[in-house]
């Protein structure tokens, strides 16, 4: 089945998820896109060609789940340890492929020239992870000017960083590519945020369209939903886990089979948001004080940020962004009362909880079924669950319990 969902749209939405780890930077990764392929552009490039350098370094991170390694590629130029987001976004990727080809880039994307020179690599692969290397750290360096628009001032001092690490860390030709293509201020005028915006709907309308169809949606938001669950071991497995509850309840309450589709991309996608959330928040072995919560809160309108600009994803978005919706209005982040949210968002809440409750957290081990069904009535008697949903979850516990916990 073809869903009428634009692809290139889709994987620019869900980038912005990457951006969300920096917590504070929200354009690392567009910003390394547009210098990459302002640098093929500028080298002589085609327009695709270039386009999938965009496309590179929109995803270059996409194995980073966690604020702290986030902060590391910012505030270091080179560590210990820069090796595993690499790893890890080769593996996301090099079985999806639409995206496969930006697999061993990713891949090799802080590993040296001199390394890479000698690799068993094709050539164009080891210079597209090594520009991506490059232009990564060239925001690196252009990080700390960002937020006092100060850039043009210290471009001298970027670019002489980079050119002191020639024939070392990047190659000697791709550095010479560096420094003419930034010779221009219009290079680093691109990278501010309203021009970011403009690049991208530029981007948009360049490429040909590519409707997506649904068994590619649902693998690309498997990736996605990797990328959220790796951010804390607590939560491993966890939006797999509410993807296959959800649609398992939603096949027992006459949810059509389409919706029934819909609704496990909208359970794999729900927490998105949570990358914005500090480490030290979402593994907090406490309870949560009220400015944490707040932030914890925040999540689901960040996830409706991130879907809400893709066409053919309506439906989806709202079910994912309202799944802390409560019947009488008390949940967050809208404060929906039951009339105006639908069955599949009320399933998916349904889900959230009850995975989460059977799953280890910080602070508690995971519960048991009775003990989770026990919690589950409360909130119905409350008036926060509905009650044909807890009678489905009852009366179907063995399956339920088998979808909350998937194998890893």
């Known amino acids: 089945m073809t ?10 939405a869900l980038s912005d998820a990457l951006d969300l780890v920096g917590v504070d930077d929200v354009f690392h990764g567009k910003r390394v896109g547009i210098m990459a392929a302002e640098c ?29 390694t986030h902060k590391s590629l910012l505030a270091e130029f080179d560590w210990e340890g820069s090796q595993a987001h690499c790893l890890a976004g080769y593996e ?11 697999a ?3 891949r090799y994307h802080h590993t040296r020239w001199t390394a890479l020179a000698t690799a068993d690599l094709a050539p164009e692969v080891a210079r597209q992870a090594n520009l991506t290397f490059l232009v990564d750290r060239v925001d690196t360096l252009a990080a700390p000017f960002y937020s006092n628009n100060s850039l043009l001032l210290h471009v001298a001092e970027i670019r002489d960083a980079i050119d002191a690490r ?9 550095v010479d590519q560096f420094l003419a293509t930034s010779q221009a201020e219009a290079f680093w005028l691109c990278l501010e945020p309203r021009s970011i915006q403009a690049y991208l709907q530029d981007r948009l309308s360049e490429t040909m369209p590519y409707q997506a169809n649904m068994a590619q949606l649902r693998q690309l938001a498997q990736i996605f ?39 496990e991309i909208a359970g794999l996608l729900h927490d998105l948001g949570k990358l914005r959330i500090p480490d030290e928040i979402l593994d907090k072995p406490g309870k949560l004080d009220p400015d944490e919560r707040k ?18 994803f309506e439906n989806i978005t709202l079910w994912a962004s309202y799944h802390h919706e409560e019947p009488g209005g008390n949940g967050y982040p809208f404060h929906l009362r039951a009339e105006t949210l639908p069955l599949e968002c ?36 409350a008036g926060r669950l509905e009650r044909d949903i807890l009678e489905v979850l009852e009366s179907s516990i063995d399956e339920v319990m088998a979808a909350a916990m998937p194998p890893p």
């Not at 500028?42 to 702290?68: K, N, P, Y």
């Not at 996301?92 to 930006?102: E, I, K, V, Y």
């Not at 020639?166 to 791709?174: I, P, Q, V």
């Open 3 to 12: 869903v009428k969902v634009e692809f290139r749209r889709v994987i620019y």
């Open 40 to 68: 093929g552009k500028a080298a002589g490039m085609t327009d695709r060609d270039a386009g999938r350098l965009f496309d590179l370094g929109m995803l270059h991170d996409i194995g980073v789940s966690s604020t702290s």
């Open 92 to 102: 996301l990727l090099r079985n999806f492929a639409p995206l496969a080809d930006l």
């Open 104 to 106: 061993l880039p990713i």
């Open 166 to 174: 020639r024939g070392d860390y990047f190659s000697a030709d791709l």
């Open 225 to 263: 939903s990797r990328i959220v669950d790796a951010k804390s071991v607590f939560t491993a497995r966890h939006s797999t886990g509410v993807a296959s509850l959800a649609r398992l309840l939603a096949g027992k309450m006459g949810v059509c089979a389409e919706d029934c589709d819909k609704l």
């Open 295 to 312: 932030i914890i809160n925040a999540h689901a309108f960040e996830t409706y940020q991130i879907l809400r600009h893709i066409k053919g």
């Open 346 to 381: 009320r399933i998916l809440r349904a889900a959230d909880i009850f995975q989460a409750l059977v799953q280890d957290r910080p602070y508690r081990h995971g519960m048991e079924p009775d003990a989770v069904v026990s919690v589950l009535r409360e909130l119905a008697t």
